[in-house]
């Protein structure tokens, strides 16, 4: 390290220094092996980095991960997650050395920006490899550091490599006197989900048992949104003589109830999960396995995702039905997966309906000649323009791992 960044640094540390105040948790221990340390800076990128981190551990065999957010979130609303997920601690000195003295992080990985000169500085310091994604170029000093202005640069500069997702922000970057051979541009992080094969005789079974009807799907619904699908079902097969409804009721308990009510209806229930065959006459096919819903996205060509329609459950994840083929509806209720449901609208790969009566309307239209392959068109383009990107990051998460390990073996 030059003498000037040695001054800068030792300024900023000496102004910066503090440890907070315990919360009385102790940290979790380290995972034994090797450990890649991943930050995410914002709530809305946790989906794209479970989604990569699912396509890296099975061709990592042994690796841990620890992921962080900002110091300030509130857990709780980070919702599910692989490997360890803490806050970071806040930007000073004695919490930064803390922190990586616990974890001992083989590598780490930034997405976004919130940048920490503490604790990245100290983990090069340390060799610890480090990656930046989605670069902004935004840094959060602590107290007394903003007159400084070579911390920015010195953070930066800490990175092996840097993916912006504009050239412009790039071009700051390089401005700072970061090399620009460590600097390029690249896409974001995409959600690309892989979903597990079904087994072709069975899918072929249904198909045949199907004969050629039209079929949608209603996929975790909700008990008190029965009613409203089954409506829309009922006004679908006015137009619709054939057509049959693959109803997957969110809590399995339901079931059971579920069939009385529709058989009290007047309407033809084939119980999936007791086995029952699909008939030629069968209108409404129930089922409750979540494992099931692979076969079934996969033969109807439209899904509601459930769970929307009315306040409270905030919808479901719609990009598995993606995947496998089917347009999607959904109601107004999806605000736990906000940001994906507006990029499948945006794309076209999506519909939102307010009522039974627009989902009755939906179903028609949709499952007019070419009108829902459109639409399933759209929505595979869209999730599986992710998968070169996280290609190329798992890429270089191998080549550098097995460069530190090859670099330990030889100490």
Known sequence: MSKPRSLSLAAYRVLSWGVPSSNGRPPEPRPDGELLWIHIGSHDRLRAVEDFCQRLLPVRPGLSLLLTTPHDAD?????????????????????????????????????????????????????????????????????????????????????????????????????????????????????????????????IETNHALAGRPVWLAAWVQDKEFISVLSAHRQALRMLPRLALVLH????????????????????CANWDDGDMIEDTTQVILTSDPEDLGLWHRVSAVTFMGSSLERGAGGRDPLVATALGSAVVHGPYVNKFQTLYDQLRQANAARAVRSATELGDAVVEL?????????????????????????????????????????????
């Not at 969110?250 to 579920?258: G, K, N, V």
Request: hydrophobic share 40%; proline share 8%; glycine share 8%.
């Open 75 to 203: 857990l709780r609303d980070w919702g599910d997650h692989s490997g360890i997920l803490v806050n970071l601690p806040a930007e000073q000195t004695g919490a930064a050395r803390g922190f990586l003295d616990h974890w001992r992080p083989d590598m780490g990985v930034w997405i976004g920006g919130g940048l920490m000169p503490n604790l990245i500085t100290r983990a090069e310091e340390r060799g610890i490899p480090m990656i930046l994604l989605e670069a902004e170029v935004d840094v959060k000093v602590g107290r007394g550091g903003k007159w400084l202005p070579d911390i920015t640069r010195y953070t930066f500069d800490c990175f092996r490599k840097i993916l912006s997702t504009s050239e412009a922000t790039a071009r700051q970057v390089r401005k700072l006197g970061i090399p620009s051979s460590k600097v390029s541009v690249a896409p974001p992080l995409h959600i690309s989900p892989a979903p597990r094969p079904w087994p072709e005789d069975e899918l």
């Open 249 to 268: 009721v969110a809590d399995m308990s339901e079931a059971e109830p579920l069939h009385r009510r529709l058989e009290a209806m007047d309407l033809r």
């Open 367 to 411: 499952l007019a000649p070419d009108r829902a392959a459109d639409m399933a068109l759209a929505g595979w383009q869209m999730v599986t323009e992710g998968a070169p990107q996280a290609d190329l990051l798992i890429d270089m998460v191998q080549e550098t791992l097995d460069q530190r390990r090859a670099e330990n073996a030889g100490a």
